[in-house]
């Protein structure tokens, strides 16, 4: 029987199928599995916390075998702040949604101004290029907290502390520098003579970026934007002194969760956390493809 | 009108000097191929009409038009690239359409004129497909159909064969030929390959160093070489050239020492000035047969290396000056290696090259 007579429902459907050993052996296969399992056990650990009560959470030794609640995610959005109170609305909605529209516009901002940026870097090098792409990545050189104190006071005088306006404009400047660098190495790849084609052909230059450079680097967006995401996604330091109470991010507010009458409550940050991991890993699986082309991108001489 | 014109065209890359003073026309309807060792400027030339690479100096006209400070966008010209240089991400029939975007024709027009190159080029199965699912051969014929899909003032190929494998390459040179024939454009075709070129073109020119050192037809650069480099690129196998002597002239022949041979050639008046003078003797190696005997035209070594070609046999022969002399002989001569043998001249196919490697008519 050949290999395709027996194509199972999934590859029929047109679904990437991963055969459980391939060519790895059972060993090696055994290896990666322990390897990757001593990766994922703390997020792991994260999502079975949030199924668990305050008082199974905290149980010594630790329990793998209980009986799973949702009240962590309930309480996520909603709680009584002292025992015997009313549930209050914790915010919660509003914070992922900050989360989400702050992020992913930085991210976007980010990207469109970084990619055009990068082109320009790669096809029309000013003289001392190389200088001015220095420049712009010792702008990440310095750790936050240096600047944390200069960026506070510019958005006080400016007002734009506590806006989304604010918070987009720093995150998009923080991922600019990475993003042009990205993506001008993406750019510098590509086969000159590509242009040179379209051109003759009478393409402007416009269309010659729109219509032939920048589908040759999606996996490179794809990868720049899945890093820049994760990094504005996580960020803590600027949004806790930048952010006010409308625009405040969730990794703020769940810093402000800890803490209560009685103790920290575990469940409850984990249940947050989990929330707080879904958007990253659907956008990380959504582009998966693209990514490992983007990440192994120039490491194999075509 | 279809021409091309260069005057005087040079390119410099900071200090190091590309191109240097290219003067040649492509007239309607011809074909120039433009043949030279890597680096000898062929593609920087056509880089430059293509207006793909700026003009240090001199002048570029299409269609009886300057051109040097026109983008390429505007000058009108097809060009195939040598790595075909199709848009990846853009199905093969979309590639071909790409040119008559700016033309302004209807989706249907454009839709008809792709299924006509498509056609003529064999491409009808494959339009739908990207670039990256297509074998060498047919890339080719897309980058060939994306240049002729429209009416561009000329088409300049770079390389354009280099890529196949050599059944598809004397295929694909036939096919261009036939489409460039029936268009009755200026075209320029850069190449390293010396088939390539004599196949393919109306007038060949070769260059070296940035420098075009003949220019002429297939007939004339290789029957009448201007120069050693000419003679020494033009031909396979290569030419034989030997140092030698100039002796005496009297009544129009020449003695000419070769080592420790000498041979008499008749050669034309404008030899006598170069009595005493060294001079460099070119022999094709279809132009020396084995004779029985030494004579005055003939040369003698002993057969070192015999490598058959089919229908005739190349032969490594070394003369006592330990000099190699290829000779090609049919394949019904047999030799031996170590067999002695005398080699005679034929002077049609024998040129005679002064100090400065120049040929002397």
Redesign the interface.
Known sequence: MSATDKKSLAERLGLKVYSGVGNAGWGRTLFAAVISFIYFFPVFWIILTAFKTHNDALAIPPKFIFSPTFENFVAVFSRAYSAGAAAQDTGFALYFFNSVFIAGTSVLLALAIGTLAAFGFSRYPLRGNDTYLFIILTTRMLPAIVVIIPIFLMFRVAGLSGTYIGVILLYTAFNLPFTIWMMKSFFDEL?P??E?????????DRRVFF??CL??V?AGLAATAVFGLILTWNEFLFALLLTGVDTRTVPVAMAQTIGGDIGVRWGLLAAIETLFLIPVIVVTFMLQNHLLRGVTFGTIKR | MSTIEATNLTKTFGSFTAVRDVDMSVGEGEVVCLLGPSGCGKTTTLRMIAGLESVTEGEVKIGGRVMNKLPPEKRDIAMVFQFYALYPSVSIGGNIEMPLYHLGLSAEERRQEVARVAEILQLGEVLERLPGQLSEGEKQRAAVARAIVRDPNCFLFDEPLSRLDVEQRHSMRGQIKEVLSGLSKATVIVTHDQMEALTMANRIAIMRDGMIEQIGTPHEVFSQPRNVFVAGFIGSPKMNLLDGRLLTVKDGKATIELGADSVVFPVPAAAEALVESHLTIGIRPRALEPVDSPSERSLTGQVELIEPMGAETLVHVRDEDERDLRVVLPRERKVKPGEVLHLACDLTQTHIFDDSGLAVR
């Open positions: 086969s003579d590509v040179d084609a379209a051109r003759i052909d009478g393409s402007s219509k032939i589908p040759q999606k």
